[in-house]
């Protein structure tokens, strides 16, 4: 199993003086699968991904992205990863499409990939009409469809998504985690953090952090065993009230 | 290469959409160059002078319309009382008194001298001093029109005299609009330069965008290229914009060559982007840039010799205006558009704007960091 590890990551810590944000995790995601990386507000979550993004450089501890070392190999990672993050990023002084052939173009795809891809996303994402509007024009919950599309429009292996439904309505919300199934049986490894704790029956395995560490990480299924529960909102409850740290 | 043509895209779609850019980058240079040469004139007219005549005589009168006719004074009030005024000057109609005393001209007349009396407001220091000074060179005008009136002219001259006659190079009518406007068109290219590629960058930070790109591989010298070359193009454009309207509004040609001009500005903005630059990685909001470049703003201008000749401040503040990048600049503009000066003329200049931006741009490649 050993070399379907595609994320790893041994006591990887960050500290912002004396603050210690993240606290010595360490975890393993396969290759494939969609890892849940819980936690409440505070507790280090966009932190340690920014780490592994090449975002930030960790204080201590090691980790690998796809097979490269968050160190040295940052420019590496991020030829192979996609990323959200919570705040909307696409540009909203462009249209759809200028934004998709934006970021298309940067990561080195082909005119022709771009011009091919562009048409097939459109209409999957039933964008057809909205093609040359601006992105601003767009309502909240078609604008995190379309971010997450375009983080992931250059095929990379990995995709990180940091709370990418927030403020969106139950049905844009089912919607968009189609779209992350659809990402995920093509091969993409999707590493998503999420408040919604029905999001996090629809993962693989969740990790749960409080206070920097990670206080517990399996199936959804097995951690409601393990804490004797009926839904993951009481695993989180229960997890989470444990916590120290004052919510930021 | 490829990389740096889709930035490059995207930034000329952006600023072209953003119309409050536009708006700067079209109507800044028009306003400023159309209002700002007028107002930013130095020489003095419209003194207001209060007569204080307690004489009444016929030299009196003669005196005072010597003054009236030489365009500089406004003769706000005739009067006997000196009370009266003060009190012009107290509610700020007038800015001098002159007071002529009783028998002014018997004691010309008799004892071939006699005295006046003046005194200035000096709350505007310029108009005062200038203004006495005005006054007193027509006083002594007329002193000579007197004397030549009376006395003999002697066959020599007992004191010699010394004519002196002006010839005034290079701006031949001492005409403050052909001195002002290269100086305002330096500090447009500045501000395009460096606020505006500021601005710009800062923006990316507060909406996130900077994040978005920072983990796509897209090198920092293709960001930075991409962010500098657009405004780069736009600082030439507002540059030419400007000797248009220097043209069109007020004649302007530079007596020089645009050659020069277009070589030392492409440096220049050079420099400043650099500077524009480094304020971006230094602030995280808007209103930090903001309030940085105004802050530098204000340095650029009043150390700059736009309004003040420099060699005419305090030593110290002279060595403040060696770094400032706009001196450099305005020096040049006005060194080619009045004096016609050459490349090779220019070329001091040129190496010390080609320091500033070495140095500013190292600095700033160095502090802008793709992760924290």
Known sequence: ?248 | MRTLKFLLQKEFKQVFRDKSILRMIFIMPVMQLIILPWAADYEIKNINLVVVDHDQSSYARQLVSKITASGYFRLDKYTTSYKDAMKEIEDDHADIILEIPVSFENNLAKTSSANLFMAANAINGVKAGLGTSYLQSIIRDFNNDIRMQWIQQPRFDEAANIDIRYSNWFNPQMDYKSFMVPGILAILVTMVGSFLAAMNIVREKEIGTIEQINVTPIKKYHFILGKLIPFWILGLVILSIGFLIAFLGYGILPAGSFFAIYVFAATYLLAVLGLGLLISTYSSTQQQAMLVSFFMMMIFVLLSGLYTPIDSMPEWAQWITKFNPVTYFIEVMRMVVLKGSSLSDIRYNLFIILAFAVVLNTWAVFSYRKRS
């Open chain 1, 1 to 248: 199993m050993i070399n379907d590890i595609i994320i790893s990551a041994k006591g990887l810590t960050k500290k912002f003086n004396d603050f210690i944000a993240v606290d010595h995790i360490s975890f393993d995601v396969y290759k494939g699968e969609i890892f849940g990386f819980l936690g409440a507000n505070g507790a280090g979550k966009t932190t340690a991904i920014r780490m592994l993004c090449g975002l930030s450089l960790p204080s201590a501890g090691k980790a690998s992205v796809a097979g490269f070392d968050v160190y040295k190999q940052t420019e590496n990672i991020k030829k192979t990863i996609g990323y959200m993050s919570q705040k909307f990023s696409l540009y909203e002084d462009l249209t759809v499409k200028e934004n998709i052939r934006f970021y298309g173009g940067i990561y080195g795809k082909s005119n022709q990939f771009i011009k091919e891809k562009t048409g097939w996303l459109l209409q999957r994402l039933h964008l057809e009409n909205e093609a040359d509007k601006l992105v601003g024009s767009l309502p909240l919950g078609w604008k995190q469809k379309l971010a997450f599309s375009v983080a992931v429009f250059h095929e990379p292996r990995i995709v990180f998504l940091d709370e990418p439904t927030g403020g969106v309505d139950p049905v844009t919300r089912r919607e968009f985690w189609n779209l992350i199934y659809e990402a995920a049986e093509s091969g993409i490894t999707i590493f998503i953090t999420t408040h919604y704790m029905d999001e996090a029956e629809y993962c693989n395995r969740v990790s749960i952090m409080v206070d920097g560490r990670i206080d517990a990480l399996d199936s959804p299924a097995a951690l409601k065993q393990q804490y004797a529960v009926d839904s993951m909102d009481k695993v989180f409850l229960h997890l989470a009230r444990t916590a120290q740290r004052v919510d930021s």
